[in-house]
């Protein structure tokens, strides 16, 4: 990704916008730091087995909510049995801002009120298949922040897992919302670029994404 050349921010969808370059080093350098916290546990990031059997190819840990196919809960019974870390506010603040500067308006955050995250991180060979983020009971828009290494990030409709469908670059630093009609879009990540991302935000290789959502639960 040449940083000299700017990438504007682009729609893919009624509801999705890609924002390059949103997080400034220090963000970055700051999620990398936290995200290496949270790794650590008391739930550690873990390959997510999946009902059929399979093993996911990235690994993630959860905050406020443990996601476990296909539900959200408080302990992490797939893994250690014990509580996931806390949402943290900044976290919240972040997503505000996001959906503040994706709208264009400064009031267009105040409300939104995530209450987890996930956080994903993928080695070179790691992916993503297409999904659908269904298991929240809100349509409240879906934040996801990008560290590291660029990947392909294939946005598609709320219909089926093909075509049509965009496939968008994620570089370190980028935003990406997705809300309204497109809330329910499957989406994917089918490639990584190894070696692209910059060492400097404390990330030596590989992807880190974050999304922010909000569960309706309680
Ligand atoms: O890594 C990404 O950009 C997407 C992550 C994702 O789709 C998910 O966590 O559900």
Not at 58 to 74: F, I, M
Not at 138 to 165: A, K, M, Q, W
Request: charged share 25%; with cysteine; net charge neutral.
């Amino acid at each position: 990704m040449n940083a000299l050349i700017p990438r504007p921010r682009t729609r893919p969808a009624p509801g999705a916008v890609h924002v390059p370059g949103w997080l400034s080093a220090e963000e970055q350098r700051h999620l990398v730091r936290a995200c290496r916290e949270w790794a650590g546990g008391p739930v550690p990031i873990r390959h997510t087995r999946l009902p059929r059997g399979g093993v996911m190819s990235v690994r993630t840990v959860c905050l406020g909510w443990h996601w476990q196919p296909y539900r959200y809960t408080r302990t992490a019974d797939d893994v250690n049995g014990g509580r996931v870390a806390e949402f943290p506010g900044w976290l919240g603040d972040l997503g505000r801002r996001a959906l503040a500067d994706e709208y264009e308006d400064p009031r267009a955050g105040e409300t939104y009120a995530p209450d987890t995250a996930l956080v994903n991180f993928y080695d070179g060979q790691a992916r993503m298949g297409m999904h659908q983020d269904k298991d929240e009971r809100t349509g409240d828009p879906v934040v996801s922040l990008s560290i590291g290494d660029t990947c392909v990030f294939r946005f598609g409709n709320t219909e089926t897992r093909g075509r049509p469908y965009t496939d968008v670059e994620l570089a370190s630093g980028d935003l990406f919302v997705f809300g309204g009609p497109s809330r329910f879009a499957y989406h994917g990540v089918p490639k990584v670029l190894p070696g692209t991302g910059d060492p400097a935000t404390g990330l030596a290789s590989g992807r880190l994404n974050i999304t922010l959502r909000v569960t309706g639960l309680t």
